[in-house]
């Protein structure tokens, strides 16, 4: 059963930097194209970030250059690093496929304090 465990999540100030973490017991997990999607209150789940198997990445127009997507293939890890948060960055942040293929986790809160 493929497991989707995100951590790294917290409470920091605007314009303050977090750094996420995803380990996907997904087999072949260099095959999938990964993402990070934030479910804000209200709000519809969102894909924020992409990450190829081969390391290419896109990005939505909100985190455009202050995210950075990136992938551990060996160790089955995706990371989503946060700089410059603004606390319309607020959400539960989740990774998964893209497109969406498994069960959502858990999820790690992100707060940004004005």
């Known amino acids: 059963q493929v497991q989707l465990v995100e951590s790294g999540g917290g409470l920091v100030q605007t314009g303050g930097s977090l750094r996420l973490s995803c380990a996907a017991s997904?087999?072949?997990?260099?095959?999938?194209?990964m993402g990070w999607y934030r479910q804000a209150p209200g709000k519809q789940r969102e894909l924020v970030a992409g990450?190829?198997?081969?390391?290419?990445?896109s990005y939505s127009d909100s985190v455009r250059g202050r995210f950075s997507i990136s992938r551990d293939n060996a160790k089955k890890m995706v990371y989503l690093q946060m700089n410059s948060l603004k606390p319309e960055d607020t959400a539960v942040y989740y990774c998964?496929?893209?497109?969406?293929?498994?069960?959502w986790g858990q999820g790690t809160q992100v707060t940004v304090s004005s």
């Open positions: 990450v190829t198997g081969a390391g290419s990445t």
């Open positions: 998964n496929t893209k497109p969406v293929a498994y069960s």
């Open positions: 997904v087999s072949i997990f260099s095959a999938y194209v």
